[in-house]
């Protein structure tokens, strides 16, 4: 198996391992947005289904965009406003193991399957944001996991402002 999908394996499994081995490996950020790619594919197939290759396109977009931006999102969040004494991170690092935690939206590959949708991507959703938490928490790191979260939480509030003024703007 390739190191490739091992890391992802180990992602889904939230090993606080994997997130430190690629915060460190610098060359893992293509594997990074591999990870994105690949799960943002996972949820825009249904649109092939639909006949709208657009859709898979403009999802994957998405995704890589908002990868970035959240990445940055919590880098500043973690690191200026919520840091620990110990806190140490750049954007790179973040990039590497939130596109890691995107490991399990792979799982929305069975949306496709009727009336399987809303709970594929309910349950890939929940994962998802667990392996976040994990993936934050060992980026920045954190000794608490209940800071981890408050930086989630307060990066999504963030995130929702930017989203909701661009949305009136355009």
Not at 76 to 85: D, N, R
Not at 113 to 119: A, E, Q
Request: some cysteine; charged content about 15%; overall charge neutral.
């Amino acid at each position: 198996m390739s190191i490739f999908f091992e890391r992802m394996i180990r992602a889904a499994k939230l090993d606080p391992n994997l997130y430190e081995e690629v915060e460190a490996d610098k060359n893992a950020i293509k594997q990074a947005m591999g990870v994105v790619v690949l799960s943002s594919f996972a949820a825009g197939l249904r649109e092939l289904f639909l006949l709208n290759p657009l859709g898979v396109v403009l999802t994957i977009a998405g995704a890589l965009g908002g990868w970035f931006i959240w990445a940055y999102i919590v880098y500043l969040v973690g690191t200026k406003l919520l840091p620990e004494p110990q806190t140490s991170a750049d954007h790179g690092e973040l990039l590497r193991t939130i596109g890691f935690s995107s490991s399990p939206g792979l799982l929305r590959i069975f949306g496709v399957i009727p009336g399987l949708f809303g709970l594929v991507n309910f349950i890939a959703a929940v994962w998802m944001l667990v392996a976040m938490i994990v993936a934050v928490r060992q980026a920045l790191d954190y000794t608490s996991t209940l800071r981890a979260v408050g930086v989630c939480f307060i990066g999504w509030i963030v995130q929702m402002v930017i989203i909701s003024m661009l949305f009136i703007i355009l």
